[in-house]
């Protein structure tokens, strides 16, 4: 039996949708993504939504809009994939990395409100794994810290405080219990939708927010696409308008809009999710009740506080050292089962140690990294293949505990 790690979940709707949008003409940016923007927007329950090329190009166009860059600090956690932490960088601004909570993925908030100063302007949360974090406890820090907070551009004023820009590229469908949806609760929030996620169009992402008090909504549409689509005052779509070629550059600005192509596939996507989420649910499940009584910690991705998108199942096997870890990942391959480590802390990589960065100081982060296996979740799985990765990792993991 072999078992990929994480193929994306393609049907017919979403061949049917791509096949539509070649045959239409209209394979950039056009009706097909405006329609997956509404619904993005719907159902995360916010006004508005934009679709553009990655989780990566909304977060850093956000820090963009927001006026983000030299003389600025931004801060996030050392556990994490580099998108989150690359996007500062690309901005100019100075990164910041605190620890994780002791035995947790979660972000240290002591950290977090020690390294709050008067260049702070931004905080990256993160919904690893897609588990919506402790967004009541990140705002009450940034509230109280908000008489350091000193704003220099508009929107940074309306917010008067320091701003939480969620990297949710695993969390689109998870929500708290009181039904608010990841999406609707940072500032502003970006979701990946790469090939290897729950929701995919292959490449690409989208960026929600909440109103502002003072700020337009569509004003604040327009400037997403001013800066994902060269500063070009008018899209193509609007372009082919009769008589209405003419356009202006308002600024040197980006590329990195969403195509038609691919939000065909968004939007049957879209049609299928709730049956994805609902599979993923039921896949953790039975995976939880296998590994727990054997002592394999796992995440908590339904409780009475969230529920998840269940985008990674991670496992951790308290106890085992690097080369053991290594072992049971092989032994599991052997088995044609593949499995990930998510994640090498940030530290721990050539560039973040070329900008000074030491693993030394984000030793909660070290020991979740060491002894961390992430298993197959997707819903290409059979419930054999399911019953299958739980007998052989149940196995494999005894010998070595």
Known sequence: MQ?????????????EQVTEALRSGWITTGPKTKELERQVADFCGTSRAVCLGSQTACAEMTLRLLGIGEGDEVI??????????????HVGAKLILVDTQKDSLEMDYNQLEAAISEKTKVVIPIDLAGIPCDYEKIYSIVE?????FHPTNKIQEAIGRVIVMADAAHAFGAKLNDGSMVGSIADFSNFSFHAVKNFTTAEGGAVTWKSIEGIDDEELYHQYQLLSLHGQSKDALAKTQLGAWEYDIVGPWYKCNMTDVAAGIGLAQMQRY??????RKEIIEKYN?????IGIEVLEHYNDAHQSSGHLYITRIPGITLEQRHEIIVKMAEAGIACNVHYKPLPMMTAYKNLGFDIKDY????????NEI???????????EVEYVIEQYCRIVKEHI
């Open 3 to 15: 078992i990929p790690f994480s193929p994306p979940d393609i049907s017919e709707l979403e061949i």
């Open 76 to 89: 996030t956690s050392a556990y994490t994939y580099t998108a989150t932490a690359s996007v500062v960088c």
């Open 144 to 148: 109280k810290k908000k008489a350091m």
């Open 274 to 279: 709730k049956g994805i989420l609902a599979r």
């Open 289 to 293: 009740a296998a590994f727990k009584p």
């Open 363 to 370: 030793p909660n982060a070290y020991k979740r990294f060491e």
């Open 374 to 384: 992430t298993l197959p979740l997707h819903t290409r799985l059979k419930d054999e």
